[in-house]
């Protein structure tokens, strides 16, 4: 029988790893939408077969920023943001300290993320863009979520570290891997 806060870490790993599904599912939408207003931009601008469309620009905008936000918050998830390799490869304990070392940075950056994004939506709450005229904090909302987001995965990775220093053992990384279901 399973400990609660045992059953509640694996919940909570349950939960990281269906919203980074969801995430990566997201991004791959996000890039195959870009396609259009950007294609819409480029054969207005080059043929006279359709009229040039000034909202195209701005929805590309949004776009791009959204999956700019989403990739990232898929690289955390796996590892691969903020990395640099500048180790050789290390025994297990030295690692996981450095991820320990290295994650206090991302966290500091989640929290500004989170606490000056949340500001950043709440001034850009009831404005909305010039030319599509949609509502501004559904752009701005991306850096709380990219700081919540990351809390919870660089935490979830930081755990794994600690798990690492106390045990000696690695813990499997399937959990940090994205499927692609």
Excluded: C, K, N
């Excluded at 995430?23 to 890039?31: G, P, R």
């Excluded at 909302?141 to 919870?152: N, R, S």
């Amino acid at each position: 029988m399973t400990s609660q806060p045992a059953a509640r870490r694996g919940l909570l790993r349950r939960a990281a790893a269906a919203w980074s599904r969801l995430l990566s599912a997201l991004l791959a939408i996000s890039v195959a939408i870009l396609v259009l207003p950007v294609s819409l931009q480029i054969f207005s601008r080059y043929t006279h077969l359709i009229p040039h469309y000034i909202w195209t620009e701005e929805m590309a905008r949004f776009l791009l920023v959204w999956m700019i936000m989403i990739g990232a918050m898929v690289a955390v998830r796996e590892g691969s943001h903020f990395t640099v390799d500048l180790w050789p490869p290390l025994p297990p304990r030295p690692a996981a300290l450095l991820e320990l070392l290295s994650g206090l940075g991302v966290l500091a950056l989640a929290v500004v993320f989170l606490w000056w994004g949340w500001e950043f939506t709440a001034f850009a709450f009831h404005r909305i863009s010039e030319l599509a005229e949609l509502p501004l904090w559904l752009i701005h909302v991306a850096w709380p979520i990219t700081g919540l987001t990351w809390l919870l995965f660089q935490g979830e990775r930081m755990a794994d570290a600690l798990h690492t220093l106390r045990t000696g053992e690695p813990r499997p990384l399937e959990h940090h891997e994205v499927s692609a279901a």
